[in-house]
């Protein structure tokens, strides 16, 4: 699975207006992440494909996706992947005339992330790091203590 500059693909083909060939890539991407049997690339590769269909503004298969990835993102504790998936499915459902519950979920989501990087200190590491932005935003108060 490339996670390099080729797994951009679904997004780059959505914003240049090419809707058929953001999705067939994304497809591609999926199916050879489901071959490899890694549970990484294929969070990874979903998380690009809700990219695209964020773009593409397609909330069914934006939903779909979206509960493959919290599926995936819980059963390996991929935290950042979880907020993803659940923020697209709140997009989801406010891109198919559920706004208030859409918007609802976003927002949940949001917030959940934002108490998590308060809490741990930065996004990619679980020691505490003086020099990330969460370290900085809590030294200048901007995280409430005790979350």
């Known amino acids: 699975m490339d996670r390099g500059p080729a797994g951009f693909l679904p997004a780059r083909w959505a914003v240049l ?4 060939a953001a999705l067939r890539t994304a497809d591609e991407l999926l199916a050879n992440a489901r071959r490899s049997s890694d ?3 294929l969070a990874y590769a979903l998380f690009m494909s809700l990219i695209a269909c964020s773009i593409l503004r397609d909330g ?3 939903r779909e996706r ?3 990835l919290a599926s995936i993102a819980a059963q390996q504790g991929l935290r950042g992947h979880m907020t993803t998936a659940r923020f697209h ?3 989801a459902d406010a891109l198919q005339g559920r706004a208030e519950e ?3 979920e976003m927002r949940q989501a949001l917030e959940l992330e934002r108490r998590r990087l308060c809490r741990d200190g930065s996004r990619g590491s679980r020691r505490r790091d003086t020099n990330s932005h969460a370290a900085r935003q809590r030294s200048q108060h901007r995280c409430p203590e005790g979350i």
């Open 17 to 20: 207006g090419f809707p058929t």
């Open 39 to 41: 549970s990484f690339a």
């Open 60 to 62: 069914p298969l934006m």
């Open 66 to 68: 979206s509960q493959e």
């Open 89 to 91: 499915r709140g997009l």
């Open 102 to 104: 859409g918007i609802g």
